[in-house]
């Protein structure tokens, strides 16, 4: 829903809809907000990659702009609101960074109800409710102490989600990072509940989309570019994780 002051609409990418575009850079006119209740989504902002899964709120400042180079399976709410609907705006002046914030058990499913209230509150137009139930939200976050995350974390995914580079083996990641293969891991692992070889993974398969959809190449082309270099494989994988082979993918997406 829409008003000149708030904005929010649900979000259902969840698995077997239309298969999810990258999200370009994005500009928002006022504060953004991304609440998750299922999926996973990555956020790019000023170089550094942000990975939100459920139960995660994120704040993005007004002006900044963002990409969202992966999503799978998210469901949730997102929109924005300006700073004058609070009863006190003073308090967001520190949102100079995007801030992200864990609810877990409980309380992500009372944040979750929330956001679902003001949903039913925008379409009412009930600019009271909206303004007291954001100044709850906000009150259950710490903005000055912004994205916490890990900094090797986010550089993998940095490199890993690259708009032009072929996926890398998970060692020559390790590399680029300076740590470990098994360091590698086990920070990757603790930080988004993946391996470093399923990220991979998800890269080859996003990128071999991006191509199928976007580009004319043979499959084997397509294959190599995602790091597969042998077609059959390559067809394989792809078709355990979408379903279909990468011929029908590109029959369905490009001509319907």
């Known amino acids: 829903m829409n008003t000149q002051s708030f904005y929010i609409q649900r979000l259902d990418v969840r698995r077997g809809n239309h298969a999810p575009q990258d999200v370009p850079d994005t500009t928002l006119p006022a504060i953004g907000f991304v609440y998750l209740t299922e999926g996973e989504m990555l956020f790019e902002d000023k170089g550094e990659s942000i990975l ?93 102490g912004g994205w916490t995350g890990s900094p090797l974390v986010s550089s993998f995914m940095k490199h890993l989600f690259d708009k032009e580079d072929t996926p890398l083996t998970p060692g020559e990641y390790a590399a680029k990072n300076n740590v470990s293969l098994n360091w590698l891991n086990r920070n990757v692992k603790a930080g988004t509940g993946k391996s470093v070889g399923d990220w991979i993974g998800i890269a080859r398969i996003r990128m071999a989309k991006k191509l199928l959809r976007d580009t004319d190449l043979p499959i084997i082309d397509v294959a ?23 011929s029908a993918f590109r029959k369905l997406y490009r001509h319907g």
């Not at 002006?63 to 609070?86: A, H, N, Q, W």
């Not at 109800?113 to 709850?136: V, W």
Request: proline fraction near 6%; hydrophobic fraction near 40%.
């Open 52 to 144: 939100c899964s459920p139960g995660h709120l994120m704040l993005i400042p007004p002006g900044r702009t963002f990409s969202i180079p992966y999503y799978d399976g998210c469901k949730g709410y997102r929109g924005y609101f300006v700073e004058s609907i609070l009863p006190d705006p003073m308090s967001l002046h520190v949102l100079n960074n995007v801030c992200i914030k864990a609810f877990w058990f409980d309380y992500a499913v009372f944040v979750g109800e929330l956001f679902n209230m003001l949903t039913a509150a925008a379409q009412a137009g009930n600019m009271r409710f909206i303004s007291k139930g954001i100044d709850l939200l906000l009150s259950m976050v710490n903005i000055r």
């Open 224 to 246: 190599s570019r995602a790091g597969l270099s042998d077609q059959a494989y390559f067809t394989r994988f792809f078709k355990r994780s979408c379903g279909m082979t990468p």
